[in-house]
């Protein structure tokens, strides 16, 4: 990646930043700035950008439980809603046509098609860096939202299959036995250690799992979803995400910057993405009704529609093939990339007042909320535990198991994790599933038996935000929270939050205080 590149995308991204804006906003906009000063894209760009999406979508697989798919909310979510969006964007254009706007004039009935199905899907890298950005990969919004753009991936392989005549060959089937050498695979991960050979076997296995699939007539980026998902259950399938996502955070930047190297819009143009932009409140609109119908709860209806609720990147592939097919215009490929620009910058702004934004208006959503929801859904608590822990990461196990040693039975943990749940529930531990930032599940407990909350999530941001919600439910007992930094130490007190541990440090006295006590012990013996 050249200099110039990094420069604008660390000084776009720094006063995105400043402007309290996600930094991928500002590599789009460094992206649009270098092409207008003249600057073009090569291939090594290109390749940094392939390089972040095949190793997102390897890590989106490293989380993700393919037993979720077959959910109904998923897989008829997301087909339902292809469907009746393509009916309503049809629509859509035909009034444009009919109202004789610039670029819609002479667009045919296939032609049409083609747009509102490139404008059908949503953005797995928006959708997963806003995710990530606010600790909500495995919430229950986050992981329908996966499943969505998993299934729509499904649909743009398919799609892409029958555009370019490209089969898969007969050794595709040869690839069914991995699931024989699964036992192999999981011993030499497992052998690797903690090293510096993890981040490595992370990218061997991510782009040879990409190079595998592509070798057989299967779009590798698929490849590299499946492998991370076949891959989720092994004990390592975590710490290989934790040392790929900085890898990762960077090669996406080479993609953001892409978009705006596509083409260079005119005036006319800008007027037609900001008409199709217009379409966005149409897909929300869209996915909550589903969702609702589906009888998931309002709160994660709203945050996964509003999530959802943005152009993907596919449509540009989508128009650069139809271009080169002669399917359409170039002018095309500048709209549908300046829809897609437009589409992550709202969606960014938006989603984050998205909290704020349902508590403000939470009975007017809870009316859309079916009398009967999801058993998934409902929460659970125990009568007799008093402590509660948020959180049930290796700081928060920590805190439940040391607790629990001095007040049997007294302490329970929760997690918006709903298997790790289950699983930490097979271990003897008093784990519930529930998500601690949603104001209904403090309405659903009783709070006037609980007096201490325990918040050990890394993020200084959710811990502000859960506290804000126990004092809006009334809570009137001690919340104590961790820190990583002096700096978010200070904001959490200042929050309401009446003790706040420095993470680092606590870890040093406490190591210390272990130690002294050992040395303690051998004198008395």
Known sequence: ??????????????????CHLPPSIGYLLAGFILHFLGYQANDNLQAFADLGITLMLFTIGLKFNIKDLFKT??????LAHTTIWLTLTLVFIKLLVAASIASFIDLDFNTAALIAFAL???????VVKLLEENGEMRTRHGKLSVGILVIQDIIAVAFLVMATGKTPSIWALALLSLFILKPLINKVISHAG???????MGFFLALGSYELFEFVGIKGDLGALLIGMFLASHTKASEINKSLMSFKDLFLIGFFLSIGFTALPNWQ?????????????????LFFALFSSLKLRCRTAYLSALVLSNFSEFGLIVAALSVKSGWLSNQWLVILALSVSLSFILTNVVYRYAH??????????????????????KFEQPCHASIMVIGMGRVGMGAYHALNAHLDKKVWGIDADR????????????????DADDAYFWESIDLTKLELVLIALPSAKDSISISEQLHAANYQGKIAAIARYDD???????????????????????????SIAMISVDKLN
């Open 1 to 18: 990646m050249e200099f110039i590149w990094i420069l604008f995308a660390f000084f776009c991204g720094l006063g995105a930043k400043t």
């Open 269 to 285: 143009m800008l007027g037609v993405s900001a008409l199709l932009t217009l379409l966005l409140p149409i897909k929300f609109i």
């Open 419 to 434: 298997d790790k749940t289950i699983w930490l529930k097979s271990q003897h531990i008093n784990a519930y599933y529930g």
């Open 120 to 126: 059908s899907f949503s953005s797995t890298v928006c």
């Open 488 to 514: 978010e130490r200070e904001l959490l007190q200042k929050s309401g939050i009446d003790k706040v541990f420095n993470f680092y440090n606590e870890a040093g006295v406490g190591f210390a205080d272990e």
């Open 194 to 200: 903690h090293g510096e050979l993890i981040p490595l």
């Open 73 to 78: 909310e998923i897989w008829f979510g997301s």
């Open 356 to 377: 704020q934004i349902f508590t403000t208006n939470n009975y007017f959503f809870k009316k859309f909320e079916r009398h009967t929801i999801l058993a998934e859904d």
